[in-house]
């Protein structure tokens, strides 16, 4: 799982009209090394690089108002 697919995921639910958004929330179980590679891409994609990286046990990201909450197994 990479910031790419978490995207295509995204605009997949976006564009198909059967799946209603309003209130949406995905949850995945993630190995912890998949967790913490796409939790290092979003960090180093979504800010201006003044912090330290920090791993977070739950990553939640919030596209096109589907809330996907991403955890470690």
Do not use: R, W
Request: net charge negative.
């Amino acid at each position: 799982m990479d910031l790419e697919k978490v995207l295509q995921m995204a605009n997949e639910c976006v564009d198909n009209d059967t799946i209603p958004t309003e209130g949406l929330t995905i949850s995945y179980k993630l190995d912890g090394d998949t967790h913490k590679k796409l939790d290092e891409e979003l960090f180093y994609n979504t800010n201006n690089n003044l912090t330290n990286f920090v791993h977070n046990d739950v990553i939640e990201i919030n596209l096109a108002g589907i809330t996907f909450i991403f955890e470690i197994e």
